[in-house]
């Protein structure tokens, strides 16, 4: 069964440092998003994307987050600045515009932790 | 502000028995509503909810969508332990675009042996 895929499961950085989160979504899915879980806390959306272009984003998904497409097949998140409290679960989800284009299935995670 | 609630917050049962899980909304611009189950990392896609009164079910999982009440059940019967997991609700947002899903903390389910 087609699923998404991330990597890596855990990052450890230092404050300040870049990150890139990567994803791999369901191959035949246009819709894309990035949302994050801190620990003991709800699922948070932080952007959706579609045809190369942020359709929507969160209060959350300031400057010092962008997304992209690079090539046909992976979805990266970048945080150019990472704070303390950046550290949280990130999960990519992509959906597909057809018949139940609300249906987002979503990867394993990739936990950030910021040192 | 949106919002989604879910009750109880978490729930301990023993195999075989069955559970209800509820969530309520306050969303402005409602589409849809879906269950995932998570376990130990990704969300796990159940059901997808857009019309009231129609139960969706799975094995021995169901549930229904409430609109005139903003709200949903997940019942889940014969429990089992492999049942144990957090149950997330969350709804679709619709702005116009793709939306975006508005999760609720999700009901900590525990199913003894």
């Known amino acids: 069964e087609p699923e998404v895929t991330q990597t890596p499961s855990h990052q450890v950085t230092q404050m300040g440092q870049e990150v890139i989160l990567r994803c791999v979504p369901i191959?035949?899915?246009?819709?894309f998003y990035w949302y994050r879980q801190i620990l003991g806390q709800k699922v948070e959306f932080l952007v959706s994307?579609?045809?190369?272009?942020?359709?929507?984003k969160s209060e959350i998904f300031d400057d010092q987050f962008s997304v992209e497409r690079p090539d046909g097949s992976n979805f990266t998140l970048k945080i150019r600045s990472t704070k303390l409290e950046d550290s949280a679960m990130y999960f990519c989800?992509?959906?597909?515009?057809?018949?139940?284009?609300?249906?987002?299935?979503f990867g394993p995670g990739t936990r950030l932790t910021v040192t | 502000e949106d919002k989604v609630v879910q009750s109880p917050l978490s729930l301990v049962v023993h195999e075989g028995d069955t559970v209800t899980l509820n969530c309520s909304y306050e969303?402005?611009?409602?589409?849809?509503l879906l269950w995932y189950k998570q376990e130990k990392k990704a969300p796990t896609f159940l059901f997808m909810l857009?019309?009231?009164?129609i139960e969706k079910k799975s094995g021995r999982l169901s549930s229904i969508l409430d609109k005139k009440e903003l709200s949903s059940i997940l019942n889940i019967t014969a429990t089992q332990t492999g049942d144990s997991a957090i149950y997330l609700c969350?709804?679709?947002?619709?702005?116009?675009?793709?939306?975006?899903?508005?999760f609720g903390k999700g009901t900590k389910l525990s199913v003894k042996p």
């Open positions: 989800a992509s959906s597909w515009p057809g018949l139940a284009p609300d249906e987002q299935y």
């Open positions: 191959s035949n899915h246009l819709y």
């Open positions: 994307f579609y045809n190369n272009e942020i359709s929507e």
């Open positions: 969303v402005t611009n409602f589409r849809s």
């Open positions: 857009t019309s009231s009164g």
């Open positions: 969350a709804v679709l947002n619709y702005g116009g675009s793709q939306g975006n899903l508005i």
